[in-house]
């Protein structure tokens, strides 16, 4: 009997360690659950005066965290100034990374930008749509 049990315990152990690390892992996808989680997104900025992606989605109320991460070689900014409170800017120098965290209460499409002379007219922004 006791061999019994142990066998069944040991047959089940895979399942309860892939529901205990499931429930552990943060998603990936950057999207937030729950009213008070922080929204979390990764922002590339290239040399090619792009950000990657160019497009992001966040709920309205809730804070979003942006990582700027400066793959380039010059020096590059997030900016957005629409939606917020107070104007937001975090530079990162080439191969560093950069963070910061505001909220937007009001659903719409706003753009960030870099702000570093030039860039922005070379194409180096994109859109955060509040929902």
Same mark, same amino acid.
Do not use: W
């Given at each position: ?51 990657? !992606?160019? +497009?992001? *989605?966040?709920?309205?109320?809730? %804070? ?7 793959? &380039?070689? /010059? ?31 009001? !659903?719409? +499409?706003? *753009?960030?930008?870099?702000?570093? %002379? ?7 922004? &994109?859109? /955060?749509?509040?929902?």
């Amino acid at each position: 009997m006791k061999r019994l049990f142990f066998i069944g315990f040991i047959a089940l152990l895979p399942v309860l360690a892939a529901c205990t690390s499931a429930t552990a892992t943060k998603p990936s996808d950057g999207a937030a659950s729950g009213s008070a989680t922080t929204q979390q997104f990764t922002v590339k900025a290239m040399d090619t005066m792009r950000f990657d !992606p160019p +497009t992001l *989605t966040a709920k309205a109320g809730q %804070p979003i965290q942006v990582t700027l991460d400066n793959s &380039g070689q /010059l020096l590059h900014d997030f900016s957005i100034t629409e939606g917020v409170s107070q104007p937001v800017k975090i530079s990162a120098q080439p191969g560093q990374k950069a963070v910061t965290t505001f909220t937007i209460d009001k !659903p719409g +499409t706003y *753009t960030y930008f870099c702000a570093e %002379p030039g860039h922005e007219q070379a194409g180096m922004k &994109g859109t /955060l749509t509040i929902q």
